[in-house]
């Protein structure tokens, strides 16, 4: 075969307690990309989005994460790659992460899977390096590996997947707009002692309730002291819309990432698509244009849709 | 019945990455505790073990547990307790914990079993609070459970049992004292978030490795990058027993508690036999006189013997 179509899904980072350890994919939205290869020599990118995003591909997350791939590709010869983004840029919902994932499952699909999925996260990674200057993993490993995703390690790369009971997840993507690179510098370089504990149990926690298919525990587990009262500032609304989903039901969520997204689980689609109300509710009022999703989990991750 | 005997376990808390979170209980030793309803109101205590603890109720830490305990209890009059320490206080393997709990699950026993266990471990964390100056609950749950145990909070106490493979447990205590309220002054009050991420992962790590019976995960796992390097250097030759441990084939392992036991999971109970010829090895050469364990996990918690 020399050409793929793939979906490459948006991925929440974090899932509330664990920064940069937990991820998980959801079944919408997610990037569609197409690869083919070609006699001639190089890599092109076109974009059929509306977001304008860099074709060199140096200066592409996908490009330098299929550039990182190739250099363990003996023989290969060129690429071409057109990209129709479905996840904005800059949403907190693994946007670069699923350029970067995307278009690493689709080439070792061309060349007969000869990468293990752990090999194409740490290829994926310099896509991340280069999105937001840090080489980080947790929405690139449930990208391409689907569900929920614990990095144990980055380097060392230690990738745990985790199962759990069925969920549906709501998101609304609040369109003002929070770099990641932004968002990593407002947290402090030290953590309170006492803080770091309340922040284990909830990570220990959170991995029992899903392991055990416990949602009150999951419910209890979803709750940040660190990172979300930092973050939280940046996105208008914030503690509103968590108040008001979790009145409404929703078992718990936080912010997606680094935001602006904000996420929240619930155990039946009732609840989640009241959890939407709620949410479009208070950004109507703010007077903040936004986008929602009710969605799932994706299991799948990263999809071969056709050849 | 009016009269009971218990056997209280030892514990190890923290489970090397879980500070504060985490704690087992071992199948030995274990403290025996003989409780008797009285009509001569007042609490009297007995030892019949070398260790000469206090025997005034509000200085003793199953005094004090009980004394907790009895201002939720009506009508009762008073009590006869003779211990037999078995677990030397200030060893790390959770002495005061074992009084503790030993002497609430023992009344509770005795008043018809009226208070949960949750109940049991609010009342025996007063024991702690005198003994080590903190309300902490990571020896007295799975003293009072059994098994490994998560406390995902304390205030508003939420206690998970985690489910766990099959393993052996050696333990060494060097006869040298580390006192808790030392062991908890030299931890710095702030870490860095870096060191943060990294003891979550292993935290998540650990939990999803017990519940997926996978020895791997939960080898990798036992790592603390936060309190084992500032506590193990009050424990003579720690470094040297973990490194030779873990060559010897245990799965890992570390401080128990404050310590100065050290502990060491083992898959086999033949590697948890070597383990302990290295750990002997390494304190007779040290000239530091020991005594060592080598035992399981203990499912029972304080166990009711005979009424």
């Known amino acids: 075969m020399n050409k793929v179509k793939v979906h490459a899904p948006a991925t929440v980072a974090n899932l509330v307690c664990g920064f940069d350890v937990f991820g998980m994919a959801l079944a919408e939205p997610y990037d569609v990309m197409w690869v083919s290869l070609s006699n001639e020599p190089g890599i092109r990118f076109t974009h059929i989005d509306k977001y304008n995003l860099p074709t060199q591909p140096e200066k592409n997350v996908a490009g330098v994460a299929l550039m990182a791939m190739l250099e363990n590709v003996p023989g290969h010869k060129g690429f071409d790659v057109v ?115 309340k922040q284990w149990g909830n990570i220990a926690g959170l991995v029992a309730g899903l392991l055990k298919e416990d949602y009150g525990l999951i419910s209890r587990s979803l709750e940040d002291v660190i990172i979300e009262p930092v973050r939280s500032m940046l996105i208008p609304g914030f503690d509103e819309v968590k108040r008001s989903c979790k009145e409404a039901g929703a078992l718990g969520g936080g912010i997606s990432g680094s935001g602006p997204s904000i996420f929240m689980l619930s155990k039946e689609e009732a609840t989640a698509k009241q959890v939407e109300n709620v949410m479009k509710d208070v950004y109507t009022r703010l007077g903040i244009e936004f986008r929602t999703y009710v969605t799932t989990v994706n299991y799948k991750g990263v999809e071969i849709i056709s050849e």
């Open 83 to 197: 990209i129709d983004k479905q996840i904005k840029p800059g949403s907190g919902l693994g946007s670069s992460a699923a350029s970067s994932a995307g278009i690493v499952v689709a080439v070792n699909h061309l060349v007969n899977n000869i990468f293990s999925r752990e090999d194409l996260v740490r290829f994926a990674m310099h896509g991340e390096k280069l999105a937001s200057g840090v080489k980080h993993a947790d929405n690139i490993t449930p990208c391409i590996f689907g569900g929920i995703t614990l990095v144990r390690s980055i380097f060392q790369l230690d990738i745990v997947p985790l199962t759990a009971p069925p969920m549906y997840v709501t998101v609304v993507h609040p369109q003002i707009e929070v770099k990641t690179s932004d968002a990593r510098q407002i947290l402090r370089k030290e953590v309170q002692l006492k803080d770091a504990i």
